[in-house]
């Protein structure tokens, strides 16, 4: 689950950034894929490793990361959804990459920005879009949606129990109003939330409507078929994430080949998986840099190889 409390104002301060870089083995003269740029602090690590010859590109959707871009010649910035990792790739003439980096957490900048709308702290528009340009915000979802289809949204995605109720409000406040602020959606959800689980449910809640907004579910695993496709033999897949749904798929396509978990075997009962795990143990923050940076404590690393051609 999403977490977010009074922190520090940053763009964003990369969880586990040793132990993810490391999991890419990098080779000095490789290609390597950030898909995840945010305020660069992956990159930049990536690029302390590559030599002359190494090549890394990296995605954001989001208009406000171009800022942070990195003026070096081994170095490309694109602003597009890595759901196109494929294609970008292809554009840039790349068929083929040694490893990928995902950090699926939410930057800093994005709960610290009151106009985004990402968090329940400030009064803004309920906006949550990564992608600025995108049409759906979390407005017209909460606006436009039934309530049988917000139930599905706020427990798939929230895992929120109440997840009926919180529909039902929702639908009864819009017949005398538009829901268009962060306070209004709060006004909603607190009388059906006891207090000393308020914070819980309402990072839960706006999980929800964040995930819906990006199509962050359908986004990660069009990315991931994508990344083993250009993935080279014995290249790497380093991820991070923050919420037991992400988790669940990345663990699942590690271990199995596929986001069901289902793991096939051959006529002599070996094991059919295109990947080769590196930590058999989700690997997560040490205490001293949850104490350092609390938004990493929620944070899972998995790693992994591809061992063949697929």
């Known amino acids: 689950m999403d977490t977010d409390n009074n922190y520090p104002v940053v763009y964003h301060t990369p969880a586990l950034l040793a132990e993810s870089i490391d999991g890419l083995n990098i080779t000095p003269s490789g290609v390597y894929v950030d898909v995840t740029f945010g305020g660069g602090g992956h990159s930049s690590e990536i690029l302390k490793r590559l030599g002359d010859k190494g090549r890394l590109i990296a995605f954001d959707q989001d208009k406000d990361a171009m800022k942070n871009s990195i003026p070096d010649p ?20 790349i068929d083929r990459i040694d490893g990928l980096i995902a950090d699926l957490g939410v930057s800093s900048h994005h709960f610290d920005e009151s106009n985004r709308g990402f968090s329940f702290r400030f009064k803004g528009d309920l906006d949550m879009r990564m992608n600025q340009n995108a049409q759906t915000s ?41 829901i268009e602020k962060t306070d209004e959606f709060l006004s909603i959800i607190e009388p059906l939330t006891r207090k000393d689980k308020e914070k819980k449910v309402l990072a839960q809640a706006f999980q929800a409507l964040r995930i819906e907004v990006n199509k962050e579910m359908n986004t990660l695993t069009d990315m991931l078929r994508q990344a083993l496709l250009v993935l080279k033999p014995e290249g790497r897949l380093s991820v991070i994430s923050y919420h037991s749904l992400e988790d669940r798929l990345v ?3 590690f271990k199995t080949g596929n986001f069901e978990g289902k793991l096939e075997k051959d006529f ?26 609390p938004r990493s404590r929620s944070a899972k690393l998995r790693i992994a190889k591809k061992t063949a051609e697929n």
């Open 74 to 93: 081994r170095f490309t910035l694109v602003h597009g959804n890595f759901r196109f990792l494929k294609n970008f790739l292809r554009f840039h003439k």
């Open 138 to 178: 979390a407005a017209d979802i909460l606006n436009e949606y039934s309530a049988e289809r917000l139930s599905d949204v706020f427990y798939n995605y929230g895992e929120l129990k109440n997840a009926r109720k919180i529909a039902a409000a929702v639908v009864k406040f819009r017949e005398s109003q538009k």
């Open 251 to 253: 663990k699942n396509f």
């Open 268 to 293: 002599y009962g070996n094991p059919l998986t295109p990947f080769e795990l590196i930590n058999r143990k989700v690997i997560v923050p040490s205490e001293e840099e949850q104490k350092q940076n």
